[in-house]
Structures are given as C-alpha cells and as structure tokens.
C-alpha cells in the first residue's frame, strides 16, 4: 500500500506564492525599479515655497470703482511672482478708489488706488495737486497717463479785459474723476462738487496750481508730452 501524507494548508499556500513570485519575477523586479527611480527623482526635486496672499480684483473693475469687499477675492502666489506694492490685506482696500481699471485676476497694488501710492516711479520731491477745471466736461477726456498743459483764464471780456496764462506744462494726469460721479475720495472737498482732476506736478509747479483757482478758470489742455 502507498501511504500518502498531506502537507498542511499553510505549506501549501507558501508554495503557491514561490511559484507565483518565479513566474512574474520580471514584471516584479521592473515595478520595484521604477519606484526605486521615482524616490530618487523625488529626492532632488525643490521643495515647494509657501505662497503668499495677495488681493486681486474679482471681476473686471472700472477706474473709480469704491471697492467693496464682493469687488475682491484672495490668491495665493509664489514670493517671486508677488508684484511690488501688491496689497495684502482686503479690509484695508474696503472703501477705497480704483485710480485705474483692473481686469478680473490682476492684482491691486498701491499705484492702482487714489492715494500715495500714485507718485510711484516720479522723481523725488514731486508732489499730487487736485484741480477742478472750470469746464467739468473736461474730466471726461482726460485719464490716468495722459500730460497736460494747465491755462488759467481771467476777465470777461467786458469790465475786465480777458487774459490767459500757462502756468504748468505737461503734467502727468494721475487720476480724475468718473464721469457722472461727485468725488468722494479724500482727495475731494466735498461730495457735491465738480469733477477732479490730480496731477504731477513738482514743488515750484504746485505752488502756482495752488491759488489758480481763486486767480481764475482753470482749463486742462492735453499734450503729447515731450
């Protein structure tokens, strides 16, 4: 008689995984290679710096837009890819006055308010003036970039003999006001008058600006600037 002897299950099983693991060694040793090949690749790789938050307009806002906290939304972007001056904080934009229009995503940085932040880039010493041209139709064909000669008109051709004068030549515009809409940036005195018009302008250049209103009519002539 042939006396027959049964492995236990777990023998078994074991040889089933040796046969198993001989059939598809290959495949096995290729998988095992390739993760080996992605922890190295991974090791040398930078590590990813941390962003940086940053406000940006979250539709396309026009010139003059009072920015309410809908108008903003918060991005996070590489240190490197931070404009200068870019703005950091929503609440401390709530309120203020878009001196430029800005697409949806572009960041707000301090020269697209009315405020300090517009003298960026001009020359030391250099100084923003309000005018309030005599004709308020004027603001409406001037903008943020554009130079300008300012003439101011006194007399009336009748009891008094009507004269002209320059009194500053090509002046960079840095904001004025929308059309249809009283100022009420702080650049304003009051909410019920005409619009404005803040120019460049340096400190000999203001002091003349300074009393053209009371000298008399002030009248913004474009230039192509030189």
């Not at 046969?19 to 290679?33: C, E, G, I, P, T």
């Not at 931070?82 to 203020?96: C, I, K, N, S």
């Not at 009315?114 to 001037?142: E, H, I, K, M, N």
Request: proline share 8%; with cysteine; aromatic share 2%.
């Amino acid at each position: 008689m042939f006396s027959t002897h049964r492995r236990p299950d777990g023998t078994l099983r074991l040889l089933r995984m040796r046969r198993a693991l001989l059939r598809h060694r290959r495949l096995l040793a290729a998988v095992l290679l390739c993760a080996a090949a992605g922890t190295c690749v991974e090791a040398f790789l930078p590590r990813g710096e941390p962003g940086t938050r940053v406000i940006a307009a979250a539709s396309d806002l026009a010139a003059g837009t009072v920015l309410a906290a809908a108008d903003l939304k918060i991005l996070d972007l590489p240190p490197a890819a931070v404009p200068p001056g870019a703005q950091t904080r929503r609440e401390d934009l709530l309120g203020q006055r878009l001196a430029a229009p800005l697409r949806r995503g572009d960041i707000v940085t301090d020269t697209r308010l009315v405020g300090p932040g517009l003298l960026t880039g001009t020359a030391p010493g250099t100084v923003a003036v309000p005018l309030r041209p005599a004709d308020p139709s004027t603001v409406r064909l001037v903008g943020a970039g554009q130079r300008v000669d300012v003439v101011v008109s006194t007399g009336n051709g009748y009891e008094t003999a009507a004269a002209s004068e320059v009194i500053a030549r090509n002046l960079a515009v840095l904001w004025s006001s929308p059309p249809g809409e009283d100022p009420s940036s702080a650049w304003s005195a009051s909410p019920a008058e005409a619009g404005l018009v803040v120019v460049a302008a340096s400190p000999e250049d203001a002091a003349a600006l300074a009393g053209s209103s009371t000298a008399g009519q002030v009248h913004l002539v474009l230039t192509a600037g030189r």
